[in-house]
Nanobody, 121 residues
Framework: QVPLVESGGGFLQAGGSLRLSCAAS????????MGWFRQAPGNEREFVAA????????EYADSVKGRFTISRDSAKNTVYLQMNNLKPEDTAVYYC??????????????WGQGTQVTVSS
């Protein structure tokens, strides 16, 4: 059973907003740094944002700084990605991932199945 399940993807026009959710189960959520990645057709998977397991520090890719916000709710075992002012180049499958007790992971232990985000111009 995949311990991470994403939701919230969809189709929308440029300039719109979406909030992705990733629900974790079967793991101690507070011990994991959580990340969001995305992969567009023909491209490699790329880092989008992360929030650390201890202290809640955040990190963003330059392409999304100022537009996307990552947050986590330990009571709900869920990590969110609020995406504002979406652009067509944000179109991709978005994946969440979990890294065990690592502040700035170079690899992740668990991955979700992904959710599609499509932004039209």
């Amino acid at each position: 059973q995949v311990p991470l399940v994403e939701s919230g993807g969809g189709f929308l026009q440029a300039g719109g907003s979406l909030r992705l959710s990733c629900a974790a189960s079967g793991l101690t959520f507070s011990w994991y740094t959580m990340g969001w990645f995305r992969q567009a057709p023909g491209n490699e998977r790329e880092f989008v944002a992360a929030i650390s397991w201890r202290g809640g520090g955040t990190e963003y890719a330059d392409s999304v700084k100022g537009r996307f916000t990552i947050s986590r709710d330990s009571a709900k075992n869920t990590v969110y990605l609020q995406m504002n002012n979406l652009k067509p180049e944000d179109t991709a499958v978005y994946y969440c991932a979990a890294a065990y007790r690592t502040q700035r992971p170079t690899s992740y232990d668990y991955w979700g199945q992904g959710t599609q985000v499509t932004v039209s111009s």
